[in-house]
């Protein structure tokens, strides 16, 4: 496979908040992977695609500035392989990921997406939320603050002043849901799939994990959770993904945040090969057009 060669760009650091190591690692993992497999694959810096490009015409990437999702999305309209796509990069922004899974029935929280200047409380109250989680609806987070949890109405609407302040136009307000978290990790169209509890491995991007706590071991169906993330993924326009879900008491099973290309850190050993195998799939149905 020494004809197949790819630019592989990295994810800019501000992008990568508490796990700049972990998300430069498991890029490199498949890097090795796919030159083990005959692949050239030429590796360049976000800032290094922003400013000057890139020739090759197959693309894997961990992007998430504006600037890199545009010009992401101008190359995929021009013909060339990108994986993550640009516009499935962009959708798991907020607003749009909530958007995207109500609309297409997929379990996720209660939510309502409001502008950062408006009374939220009545809708709030309306909704019947006790406690809820803002986030910025209009891209990725990058600050703890870009994903806040409020007891009660009056402190969401303190929260989204401070959002209106910093420049956020839009959020998302997800019900609060009371169960296990759990965190995954897959590849559309491959049978890989991994999740754990993230509270109980240590596993921590902003601290989070802390308000539903230690898992319980609440039973739930795993097929079904593999089903409902890789709809997800399709939906989404996502290849290689990664978030975490909700189970409840009863077994019921809610996606609350759906990511482009996460870490893999607990499983990256595992999860490169798996992630070479399904890019090297889809280059080759490509080649095939």
């Excluded at 297409?104 to 939320?129: H, Q």
């Excluded at 929260?159 to 956020?168: C, D, K, P, S, T």
């Amino acid at each position: 496979m020494a004809d197949i060669t790819i630019a592989g760009i990295l994810r800019a650091g501000a992008y990568s908040p508490n796990h700049i190591g972990n998300d430069t690692a498991i890029f490199n993992a498949v890097a090795d992977q796919l030159r083990i497999r005959g692949c050239i694959v030429n590796i360049y810096s976000e800032d290094q695609f922003n400013k000057s490009g890139v020739n090759e015409r197959i693309i894997l990437n961990m992007c998430r500035e504006r600037a890199s999702i545009a010009q992401l999305q101008r190359l995929e309209d021009d013909g060339r392989l990108v994986i993550n796509s640009g516009y499935g990069i962009e959708n798991c922004t907020r607003e749009r990921m909530t958007r995207i899974l109500m609309g297409n029935n997929i379990p996720y929280p209660d939510s309502i997406i409001v502008n950062t200047n408006e009374n939220v409380r009545p809708l709030i109250n309306k909704a019947g939320f006790q406690s809820c989680w803002i986030k910025r609806g209009d891209f990725h987070a990058m600050h703890k603050e870009d994903v806040s949890y409020c007891r009660h109405a009056d402190e969401a609407q303190e929260v989204l002043q401070e959002y209106f302040y910093r420049g956020i136009t839009r959020a998302v307000i997800n019900v609060h849901l009371v169960g296990d978290l759990i965190k995954f990790y897959g590849i559309k169209g491959s049978p890989y799939f991994y999740w754990f509890y993230p509270f109980d491995k240590g596993h921590s991007k902003y601290g989070h994990e802390m308000i539903n706590g230690e898992s319980q071991g609440l039973k739930f169906d795993v097929d079904y959770l593999k089903e409902i993330c890789n709809r997800a993924a399709d939906e989404l326009n996502t290849v290689i993904y990664g978030g975490d879900c909700i189970v409840s008491a009863e077994g019921d099973i809610r996606i609350i945040d759906f990511n482009d290309w996460p870490s893999f850190a607990p499983c990256r050993d595992e999860a490169a090969p798996h992630i070479a195998k399904q890019v090297l799939a889809i280059i080759k149905e490509y080649k095939n057009k």
